[in-house]
């Protein structure tokens, strides 16, 4: 079992900064990646940012510039930096894990969400 808690979540004003946390503990084998979704009230849930074990990063185009993802393989944590906060950046905040949980199981997890509110 693994499990993904996210933190840092919250209400800011637009232009305002977040620091969202996720730490995966339980059993597992290796991590290969970990991403930030988020889904908006009515909108499906998107890919915003991605890590791999490697430190190879991906961002979608709309929080390219403003987003900064990180991670700290020794603590298992993936961090995501959220700047210059739009209205639009609303959403509930996901946390997810490309985990092996064996060698060869391979399995993807998911976190219970941290909810972002921006105000204009």
């Known amino acids: 079992q693994v499990q993904l808690v996210e933190s840092g979540g919250g209400s800011v004003q637009a232009g305002g900064s977040l620091r969202l946390s996720c730490v995966a503990s339980?059993?597992?084998?290796?991590?290969?990646?970990m991403n930030w979704y988020r889904q908006a009230p009515g909108k499906q849930r998107e890919l915003v940012a991605a890590?791999?074990?490697?430190?190879?990063?991906t961002y979608a185009e709309s929080v390219k510039g403003r987003f900064t993802i990180s991670g700290d393989n020794a603590k298992n944590t993936v961090y995501l930096q959220i700047n210059s906060l739009k209205p639009e950046d609303t959403a509930v905040y996901y946390c997810?894990?490309?985990?092996?949980?064996?060698?060869?199981?391979?399995?993807?997890?998911w976190g219970q969400g941290t909810q972002v509110t921006v105000s204009s």
């Open positions: 997810n894990a490309d985990v092996f949980t064996t060698i060869l199981r391979r399995n993807d997890c």
């Open positions: 890590i791999t074990s490697g430190g190879s990063t």
């Open positions: 339980g059993s597992f084998f290796r991590i290969n990646a």
